[in-house]
C-alpha cells in the first residue's frame, strides 16, 4: 500500500510538472519530484533489483518512513493558500540583455578573485560565482542575437565541464531552470518535452554508467581535457547504449549506477539504524546549532559548522569517511537524529510550509512588481531543490543569496536603470 503510494505520487507530480512547464514557473512540482525520486523511488528500485543492496533497514521500515516524510513535505508546500497565478512574463530585451550581461561579468570577476582572495572570503564570492545562472536566464529574453550566442556558449561551457570533471549536479540543475524559462518565453510542444526528457534520461543512464571507471582514470593523476575527451571516447560506445536498455535490470550496470547515484535513501537508513541505537537523539539542539551557524558569519562565530563535515556524518551513520570524502545526511536525515520519526514528519511539514511561504512572499513583494526577478528563484532556492543538501546548507544558502539579491537590487539595478533611461532619452532626441 505505501509503495503504492509513493508510486502514484511521483507520477503525479512528474506529469504536473511537465503539463505545467512553459505555462508556470513549477518550483514546487520540481522540488517535490525531485525528494520522491531520490528518497523513494530511488530507494525502492535499489531493494528491488539488487539483493545485496546498501541499505541499512528493512524495506517496509525505510519505505514507509520516507514516503509519509515525503507526504507531510508536500501538504506543508501546499498549504500555503496563495498559489502562484499564471506567469505572463514581460520583459523588455534591453533590459534583459543588460541585467543578463551585467550578472556574466560580475561572476567572470568572481572566478578570477577566487585565486586572489583569502580563503576566509571565497564562500561568499562563490554567489557571485554563480550569478552566471540568473544571467543567462536574463538572455533568454533579450532579442539580441549576440546574446544568443552568448547563451549558446555558456551553456556548451557549462556541459564540458560538468561532463569531463564527471560532476554533473550543477549542470543537470542548469538545464532543468533553462528548459522552464526557455519555455515560458516560447512555445514548446508537450511531444518536445518529454522527447527531451527521454534522452536526458539515456543520457544519464549511459554516462553513470562509464563514470566510476572513468573517474578512476581521471581522478587519480593531472589529465588534461584533451586525455579526458579521449577516455571518455574509448569508455562510450555502441555497447554502452545498447546496455541502457537490457531488460535484466539485475545485470544493467548502467541502471544500477543510476539507481545507485540517486538513493539518497542509502544515508538517511543509515542514520535511521545508527540513531539512537548507538548515538542519541539531539532533541533539537543540532537543529538549533543548524540555524545559529547559518544566520552568523563565520568572523563573528569562527567555530560555526562547515558544510557535509565528514566527522559528523561518521557520527550520526556509523559508516567511516575519510577527510576527502563529503556527504551530507539529507534533510530527512537531520531532521531524524533531532526529533525522530514522529517529529520528522511534523518537521518536514514545517520545512515545507516555510519555504513555500518564503517563495510566495518573494513572488509577491518582487516578482509580481518587476517580472525579471523571476531570474532569482533558481539563484535563491537552487540548494532547496537538491534533497541530498542537509538543512544547513539549505538555509546557509538561503540567508546568503537573499544578502546577494539584495545588494544587487541596491546597486545595480538602479545603474541598470539608469543607464537604459539615458540611452532611451539620447534617441528619442
Aim: net charge positive.
Amino acid at each position: 500500500m505505501t509503495e503504492a503510494l509513493l508510486i502514484i505520487l511521483f507520477f503525479f507530480f512528474l506529469y504536473r510538472l511537465i503539463k505545467n512547464i512553459g505555462k508556470s514557473f513549477p518550483l514546487f512540482d520540481l522540488v517535490i519530484v525531485l525528494y520522491l525520486l531520490q528518497y523513494g523511488i530511488a530507494p525502492l528500485l535499489e531493494y528491488n533489483i539488487d539483493p545485496l543492496n546498501s541499505m541499512s533497514i528493512s524495506k517496509e521500515e525505510y519505505i514507509s518512513f520516507a514516503t509519509f516524510s515525503c507526504l507531510a513535505f508536500i501538504i506543508g508546500l501546499f498549504s500555503v493558500k496563495n498559489k502562484f497565478k499564471k506567469l505572463e512574463i514581460t520583459v523588455s530585451s534591453e533590459l534583459a540583455s543588460n541585467l543578463g550581461r551585467a550578472f556574466l561579468l560580475i561572476a567572470l570577476f568572481g572566478n578570477l578573485a577566487v585565486f586572489f582572495l583569502p580563503y576566509s572570503l571565497r564562500a561568499i564570492l562563490t554567489f557571485f560565482v554563480i550569478l552566471k545562472s540568473p544571467g543567462v536566464f536574463c538572455l533568454i529574453y533579450s532579442d539580441k542575437k549576440l546574446d544568443k550566442i552568448i547563451i549558446a556558449l555558456i551553456f556548451l561551457q557549462t556541459a564540458i565541464s560538468s561532463i569531463l570533471n564527471a560532476m554533473l549536479i550543477e549542470f543537470i540543475v542548469f538545464t532543468v531552470f533553462f528548459a522552464m524559462f526557455y519555455s515560458l518565453r516560447y512555445e514548446v510542444s508537450t511531444k518536445l518535452k518529454y522527447t527531451i526528457i527521454a534522452i536526458g534520461i539515456l543520457f544519464l543512464s549511459v554516462y553513470q554508467g562509464v563514470k566510476q571507471e572513468y573517474r578512476e582514470n581521471t581522478w587519480e593523476e593531472e589529465i588534461g581535457w584533451q586525455g579526458k575527451v579521449a577516455i571518455l571516447t574509448d569508455l562510450i560506445s555502441i555497447d554502452s547504449f545498447t546496455a541502457a536498455f537490457d531488460s535484466d535490470l539485475d545485470n544493467n550496470e548502467s541502471i544500477v549506477q543510476t539507481v545507485h547515484r540517486l538513493n539518497q535513501g542509502w544515508q538517511t537508513s543509515m542514520v535511521v539504524n545508527h540513531v539512537p541505537k548507538y548515538v542519541d537523539f539531539e532533541n533539537g539542539s543540532a537543529l538549533k546549532d543548524d540555524i545559529l551557524s547559518s544566520i552568523m558569519p563565520r568572523f563573528l562565530m569562527p567555530n560555526k559548522r562547515v558544510v557535509n563535515d565528514y566527522e559528523r556524518y561518521n557520527h550520526y551513520t556509523g559508516y567511516i569517511l575519510n577527510d576527502q570524502t563529503s556527504m551530507s545526511v539529507g534533510v530527512i536525515g537531520d531532521f531524524y537524529l533531532n526529533f525522530g520519526f514522529n517529529g520528522t514528519l511534523v518537521s518536514m511539514f514545517v520545512f515545507g510550509f516555510f519555504m513555500a511561504k518564503v517563495c510566495l512572499w518573494f513572488y509577491k513583494k518582487y516578482i509580481v512588481k518587476n517580472p525579471i526577478d523571476l531570474v532569482w528563484l533558481p539563484f535563491i532556492f537552487s540548494y532547496f531543490i537538491r534533497p541530498g543538501n542537509e538543512f544547513y546548507m539549505v538555509l546557509n544558502h538561503l540567508i546568503k543569496a537573499f544578502i546577494i539579491f539584495f545588494l544587487v537590487r541596491k546597486f545595480l539595478y538602479p545603474y541598470i536603470y539608469k543607464r537604459l533611461a539615458l540611452k532611451s532619452s539620447r534617441l528619442a532626441s
